[in-house]
């Protein structure tokens, strides 16, 4: 019975690091959104990507202001990677709360793991214009 069963807990072990990694990246994009809100100054989530050889993807949160200063480094990591980013990997949030630039609906950051798996998923995070946050899971796993 444990070999039948071996496979399905692996997956949903590797689903769960997959959604665990896009909530962490939700939760950053909306912590910036309030300290924008709260600080009255603009706020941005700058998500760096690993490069090869390192051992995690970087979000960091700066405030906008003159000069602009970071407030919180959070490291994300490796076992999956980003498919989509917004334009110039940076997510910025005014002091209404609101998502720049307006001209554009919703921006989307995908993920997908866990990597070099033979099955992976992906997990779309959108930032809408009037800067909410959401979290589109598969609709089907795999």
């Not at 690091?17 to 941005?44: C, F, H, I, N, Y």
């Not at 405030?63 to 990997?89: C, D, H, K």
């Not at 950051?109 to 800067?131: F, R």
């Amino acid at each position: 019975m444990a070999l039948v069963a071996a496979p399905w807990f692996s997956r949903t072990a590797q689903r769960g690091k997959l959604r665990s990694a896009a909530r962490e990246v939700q939760s950053t994009l909306l912590a910036a959104r309030m300290t924008a809100v709260r600080s009255g100054v603009p706020a941005s989530v700058r998500i760096a990507p690993a490069p090869a050889g390192t051992a995690h993807h970087r979000l960091e949160t700066w405030l906008e202001a003159s000069p602009a200063r970071l407030v919180t480094e959070l490291r994300l990591t490796t076992q999956v990677r980003f498919l989509s980013l917004p334009t110039g990997n940076d997510v910025i949030f005014t002091a209404d709360g609101r998502r720049l630039p307006p001209a554009t609906m919703h921006e989307d950051i995908v993920i997908e793991g866990p990597v070099g798996s033979s099955v992976a998923n992906q997990i779309t995070i959108e930032t809408w214009e009037n800067g909410r946050v959401s979290f589109v899971l598969p609709t089907v796993w795999r």
